[in-house]
């Protein structure tokens, strides 16, 4: 089944304690991307990825990181998460450039204390 | 940056009456553009997307929208709401000028469908 996989889907932490939230498309994508969905901002783009090492920052990058060294993985960091990152993170994918449909995956929800 | 607005964050509509989800973005250049559905606790969903040709574009569950250049408008349409719309509902926008991959959504609309 194609489709995008997000892990952990629930997280709780504490300030400064560094955690990665892992994402993964089984469609050979070369476009991924990570969203945060805050009520009444929708969703903005964090970081977004045309390939392997390719990445490039959205709309609200502070405070995150990404890699992308397999096609497959596109995982966000957070190296010293902050409780204004308490959020609902979507990452989602899309195949190549004309292809614009993306697919999301189910979401992550952090709470940071 | 771009904007993307959704006029009414909340919208209801009785079942059976038409539905009609506000868009507007601010590119100068003809951008894609992009409805999506959100169910609670899930991910969101492509309903339809406008890239080019055809102005009026149908999508899937009955929904379709009217690209229109001269309002910078994307509104979507249902003829007949069902209990199962009732969801919340995300306009998106990409531009043609933008490198790669970056999207701009709007702040939502949530439907409510009243039996």
């Known amino acids: 089944e194609a489709q995008v996989t997000q892990n952990p889907r629930y997280l709780i932490t504490v300030t400064g304690k560094k955690l990665t939230v892992t994402c993964s498309q089984n469609m050979n994508h070369e476009y991924m991307s990570w969203y945060r969905q805050d009520p009444g901002l929708g969703l903005r783009q964090i970081y977004y990825?045309?390939?392997?090492?390719?990445?490039d920052k959205g709309d609200v990058p502070e405070g995150y990181k990404v890699s992308r060294k397999e096609k497959r993985n596109f995982p966000l960091i957070l190296e010293s998460p902050s409780p204004n990152q308490t959020s609902l993170y979507f990452c989602?994918?899309?195949?190549?450039?004309?292809?614009?449909?993306?697919?999301f995956g189910p979401g992550t929800r952090l709470l940071v204390l | 940056a771009q904007s993307v607005t959704q006029l009414g964050s909340h919208v209801s509509v009785s079942e059976g009456a038409l539905v009609l989800l506000r868009c507007n973005y601010s590119s100068s250049v003809p951008p894609y553009l992009f409805w999506y559905v959100q169910y609670p606790n899930q991910g969101l969903q492509l309903l339809l997307k406008?890239?080019?040709?055809?102005?009026l574009v149908k999508g899937i569950n009955g929904f379709e929208a009217e690209f229109k250049k001269s309002e910078t408008s994307f509104h979507l349409t249902k003829p007949s709401a069902h209990m199962s719309d009732a969801a919340e509902y995300f306009c998106a926008v990409r531009t043609l000028s933008n490198t790669g991959n970056q999207f701009y959504f709007g702040t939502g609309t949530s439907l409510t469908v009243i039996p």
């Open positions: 406008y890239t080019t040709g055809a102005t």
């Open positions: 989602a994918s899309r195949g190549w450039e004309g292809q614009e449909t993306q697919y």
């Open positions: 990825s045309m390939n392997v090492e390719v990445t």
